[in-house]
């Protein structure tokens, strides 16, 4: 017994003709112009070849904001130039032509520039402690955190001796103090770094060359000290022994 099932027919278009009644469902919409709302017509517009991106840059600068403010373009008329920029050290308040040229004049140890030093700084000095504790490191010593702290102490040290000393006529700041102690270290600097060159054992040698760095430092500091500063004429030798104390203390570091 046979059942016959109602089959509708099939029907593909030809070409790219499209069933009206049916419709093609796979068939791609073509997109719509999106919403432009309706402008007056200008003789900017109507020369412009992109609609909305023809505009009046004189008009618009000289229309005022919501707030009441104007809209000014003197900000953007140009580009921007890095030509009347500081340098980045200088900004930072590091001056390397400086700071050589008040290292040089430590070189000296018979004639100190005093007039270099006058301007007090702490990048000099900074560098200088860094440079000791690099020459350290490459001896097998870390010594970053004594070193610092000596700094310091020995900084307040010399102040304070100063000022006792020189009584009321005694003018010496705290800052100046420091960057005289950091710059005067350039000896001390030098011996660490020529003491990785000698051996271990020869105990004398190095003896010697540290008591001639010693002198070396504690005469420039205590010209430095009596030049910068007033009512330290008369009390050479007592500053002098304070910056040899403290020199000699940098240089046992040094040498053990």
Request: glycine share 8%; charged share 10%.
């Amino acid at each position: 017994m046979t059942k016959e099932f109602s089959v509708p027919p099939v029907v593909f278009p030809s070409g790219g003709g499209v069933n009206p009644t049916v419709g093609n469902i796979n068939q791609r919409r073509v997109p719509t112009a999106p919403f432009q709302p309706s402008r007056p017509p200008s003789s900017s517009s109507s020369s412009s070849a992109i609609p909305f991106m023809s505009f009046d840059i004189s008009s618009a600068a000289s229309s005022s904001g919501s707030f009441g403010g104007t809209i000014s373009t003197s900000a953007v008329s140009g580009p921007a130039s890095f030509d009347d920029e500081e340098p980045l050290l200088d900004e930072l308040g590091i001056h390397p032509d400086q700071i050589w040229h008040k290292t040089k004049s430590i070189l000296n140890p018979f004639r100190v520039n005093t007039t270099a030093h006058k301007d007090s700084d702490l990048s000099g000095p900074i560098f200088l402690y860094l440079s000791l504790c690099l020459f350290q490191l490459l001896a097998g010593k870390i010594q970053f955190g004594v070193i610092l702290g000596w700094i310091v102490v020995s900084s307040i040290f010399l102040y304070i001796v100063f000022n006792m000393l020189a009584g009321r006529n005694g003018n010496l700041d705290l800052h100046t103090c420091t960057s005289v102690v950091g710059y005067c270290m350039l000896p001390v600097v030098i011996l660490s770094a020529a003491s990785l060159f000698i051996p271990q054992g020869s105990s004398v040698p190095r003896y010697a060359m540290a008591g001639v760095f010693v002198v070396w430092a504690t005469r420039a500091c205590t010209n430095l000290m009596v030049a910068l500063a007033d009512g330290g004429e008369e009390h050479r030798g007592l500053i002098a022994y304070a910056c040899f104390l403290i020199y000699t203390l940098f240089s046992l570091l040094v040498i053990f």
